[in-house]
């Protein structure tokens, strides 16, 4: 086993000041979470959570002449097979859903 990292395409490493790179990289890494999971999108007004939350009551067949199901049921199948993040957020999203 080696302890040698192989040097990143290209060949070529470059040094710069690790403040100057964390915050350039933080920013790229803050701008992308920001447009594709915070903000809603222009379409439809709904987040990713949102959409997952609504594919999954759709895939429980939960409609207006369905019977009442648990809102533990319905944050349990999104967790499991599409959010995987915690259930706090899933069970905020489904309030605003609501």
């Known amino acids: 086993m080696t302890l040698h990292t192989p040097p990143p395409e290209g060949g070529r490493i470059v040094d710069e000041p690790m403040a100057e790179a964390l915050s350039r990289r933080y920013l790229a890494y803050a701008l992308s979470t920001i447009t594709n999971r ?11 959570v949102h959409r997952r939350i609504l594919y999954a009551m759709y ?21 499991g097979g599409y959010h995987p993040h915690g259930d706090a957020s899933i069970y905020e999203a489904l309030v605003r859903l609501a």
């Open 38 to 48: 915070a903000l809603p999108d222009v379409r439809d007004g709904f987040k990713p």
């Open 59 to 79: 895939q429980m067949r939960l409609n207006p002449q369905a019977a009442a199901r648990k809102c533990a049921k319905v944050v349990g199948e999104v967790m």
